[in-house]
C-alpha cells in the first residue's frame, strides 16, 4: 500500500480477517473483534493468530506460553450453521393427513318445461302422467280415427269439445296437480294426470 496512510493495528486486524472470510465471514470479524477489544483493543496480542475454518472464525490460537498469555473473554458466539449442517440437523415433521372431504351433492335433474301427449285411438293418453315445471307448457295431441275430447274441472278444458285430429295446449302457471280425462271415454279409464312443481 504506498501512499496510503497505515492502518491503526485493529483496523489491520479487522481487514485480514474480512479479507480471509467467505461468505460466512461475518460471524469470524464479530470473533475477531470480540478477541481484539478483550486484549486492549490494539489489536491481537502479539504471538496471537485468528485463524479461519471454513469461513468460520474460531478462538485465537496463541504461539506463546501460557504465562505470557493474556486474559480473553469467555463469551464465544455461536456461529451460524452452514446450509450443508442446517439442512442435516432439520427436523422431519410427520406428512400432512387430510381427511376427504364428502362428495358434492348431486343436483336435482331441472324439470321440463314443456310435455307433450298423445291422444290415441285406443282410449289412452300416452304418457298418463307428466311432471314439468311450474311455467310449463303440456300439449295433447289427437291422432288416429277415434273421437277424444279433453276435460278438466281445474284447468279450462279444450274449448272445441270431442274431435279426431288437432291439437290443444295450456300453460301451468301453478304449481299442483291436475287431473283430466276424456269425458267420451272416462268408463274405459282415458284419464291423466298433469303435475307442475
Not at 473473554?73 to 449442517?85: D, G, Q
Not at 314443456?114 to 290415441?120: E, H, K, N, S, W
Request: aromatic share 6%.
Amino acid at each position: 500500500m504506498t501512499g496510503a496512510a497505515p492502518l491503526p493495528p485493529l483496523r489491520r486486524f479487522v481487514a485480514r480477517i474480512v479479507r480471509a472470510a467467505t461468505p460466512g465471514g461475518v460471524a469470524a470479524v464479530c470473533l475477531a473483534l470480540a478477541a481484539s477489544l478483550a486484549c486492549g483493543g490494539g489489536g491481537p496480542p502479539s504471538g496471537v493468530t485468528p485463524t479461519v475454518v471454513a469461513g468460520v472464525a474460531t478462538r485465537p490460537q496463541s504461539t506463546a506460553s501460557p504465562a505470557e498469555t493474556p486474559p480473553t473473554a469467555a463469551a464465544t458466539p455461536n456461529p451460524s450453521p452452514s446450509p450443508a449442517t442446517a439442512s442435516a440437523t432439520a427436523t422431519q415433521l410427520p406428512a400432512a393427513t387430510s381427511t376427504p372431504s364428502p362428495p358434492p351433492p348431486t343436483a336435482t335433474p331441472a324439470l321440463p318445461v314443456a310435455a307433450t301427449v298423445d291422444v290415441l285411438d285406443s282410449n289412452h293418453f300416452v304418457p298418463a302422467n307428466v311432471t314439468i315445471a311450474a311455467g310449463g307448457t303440456v300439449t295433447w295431441i289427437w291422432e288416429g280415427n277415434g273421437l277424444h275430447d279433453l276435460t278438466s274441472a281445474q284447468f279450462p278444458s279444450d274449448p272445441a269439445g270431442a274431435k279426431f285430429t288437432g291439437q290443444y295446449s295450456f300453460r301451468f302457471a301453478q304449481a299442483g296437480t291436475y287431473n283430466y280425462s276424456c269425458a267420451v271415454h272416462e268408463y274405459l279409464g282415458m284419464r291423466g294426470t298433469v303435475v307442475v312443481r
